[in-house]
């Protein structure tokens, strides 16, 4: 009896009921879906613009803690300039400028400073002779832009790398700063260590509904704990969707799409998962420092890995041919069919390699223009998109993190106007594709 | 001044230099900090008001830096690039020398210089010595448009880091002789970007710090510029000896 008195007066440790630490708090301001560097970018941000300190609450949902299958982990890793749509080339512009000074931006007192590993070796486009005109145009908008390029001939490119067999190559775009390769974990590490810092909460959970309620705007969100039935909902006023690969779904379980055929309602976000495979090949004969992240008019890449004569290399698989999305298994037959033909016909070097390892990652594939959308729903007053990159989401995200923390915090975009990315070309139907040459 | 005095003069200027430009709070400096700064990050974890006084104090450090790096754009205007630059070069406490002439222009310990150079309007800088000053790469903007520099020094500069070896692409067709060694914060993806210096004859990389495997790098390096000559001292090249199995 004495035992149980003084277990039930406070100053014990005993309580009834389980508390789960791990659940997110009851009401917050903005939650973000998704905790890929889009997401964690997009928290630095707000918070970061904020004139109050502590003046929102911020939640970042993650429904993985161990980030398998993010596209932002699985990621090649690399940042370029040369697109041929204006905005793509300010994002890369604005992400490198970011970069450069990620330690003004990102250091926190009594932490180490952050050291993204970034490789400055360039990107280098062969074109043949049908789509050299392309990259004529290209360069010119890149060089209007401020971005650093140059474009070489047959000649001028079998000299700076004499390892290309140029056969068929009538042009080369080549960048000369500004672009390169680095470590997405480490960017991805600092945006939420900052993040975090400045006061942002995280959770892992997975956003299983919303009610919309009748002016359809999102106020409850359900968070589901990972592998258990718990769930708590979270009051918000704002969601941004920052899934990636799986904001297609998550607007899905919101109704987005679900209405007639002809109406708003109707038109799901088009933005699904696609998976891509990149190998990881040896070969002690291969070209050294200098080599660029090489992407030949038939698709395939590859680039350089770390100094021991390893490289990573891949192609875009055709419309026809997409794997299969329900797991992130390789193909290693994929590479012996596709890749290897390709690769070993532009670089002699590489008719004897060695395959070390692979893996599989998903692109956030926007199956309408393959560019990114930013912006409000038409229909929802209160859900931004940050998603559908195609493949470039990492390498603009600091950029367009800040660009949708403008949006909801002044209401319009202030350093880059990324007007053209938003919902409405999709429901007048008017791609914005790029010209890419491959 | 007598010579010692001088150079002694000197070494403070340097590392006061050092000690302005510097990564703070790292915590995996080698020796921990002194007793003063542990302090400080003692009370910065537990006060709100001297993290943000800390922040404030790095924050006026960076501006300065970023002050002294300005681009000189009025200058430009009015005296034109060559002028700007030798202006920049000077102010910063650099040195340099003009096509045809063989003495240099340089500031003095005190950082005051003669306008001598204003009296050269159309010569063209052949020659810069940015050593232990702190230009990054904002400050390289300043130089731009040098068309004939064949020699840039930069031992020891604290703010060189990987981002300012690829903007030396401007110099991608003149620059034959590169001094970049001391400078803390390069690394070997920065080197890579020494690719666009074709013409490059002569290169030091000594005394770099963050280069994990100096030896594989020199070499793949020497691949890379075949026509250059490289000088890598302070970098320990000898075999390791491998840990015998006991069977």
Redesign the interface.
Known sequence: MRQKAMDALPGSSWTPFEINPNLPPETADIVIVGGGVVGWSIAYWLKQKEKLSKGMRVLVVERDPTYSQASTVLSAGGIRQQFSLLENIHLSLASADFM?NI??HL?V?????V?L?????GYLFLASEEVAHIMEQNYNTQRMSGA?VSLLSQHQLKE?FPWINTEGVVLASYG???E?WFDPWTLLNAFRRKAISLGVIQCFGEVTSGSLTLCLIVCVSQVQMPNSMEYQPVECAIVVNAAGAFSGRLAETLGIGLGPKDSLAGIPVPVEPRKRYVYVVHCPDGP???TPFLIDYSGVYFRREG??GNYICGISPEEAEEPDTSNLDVDHQFFEDKVWPKLANRVPAFEKLKVTSAWAGFYDYNTFDQNGIIGLHPLINNMYFATGFSGHGLQHSPAVGRAVAELILDGEFQTLDLKGFSFRRILAQEPMLERNIV | MSAPLLSFHRCCQRSALLLVAR?R????SAAPGSLLSRCL?FL??RYYDV?ML??WR?KVG?DRLQRKNLYYGYTRKFYGPEIASAYYILSLGGGFRFVGQSEWFRANSRGKFSWEFLNYKDSLVEEVDMSHTVIN?TGLSNLERQQHLRTLKLQGCPEVD??F???L?MFQDSLEELDISHCTQI???????L??L?GLKRLNVSYLPKIS?PG??II??E??LPHCQITAEGYDLSLRQAVEETS
Not at chain 1, 109 to 113: I, K, L, S, Y
Not at chain 2, 25 to 28: A, G
């Open positions: 450069r330690n003004e250091s007192v009594n932490e180490d400073p050291d590993q970034f490789n400055q070796s650093k700076k000369l700063e500004n390169g050294g420092l200098d100094l021991g | 990564r709070w790292s915590s995996s990050l910065a974890k993290e800390l922040n790095a960076r790469y990987d981002w070896l690829a903007g692409h690394t070997a993806g920065g080197l890579a970007a690719r666009n074709r495997s594989l790098v793949l390096l691949e890379m």
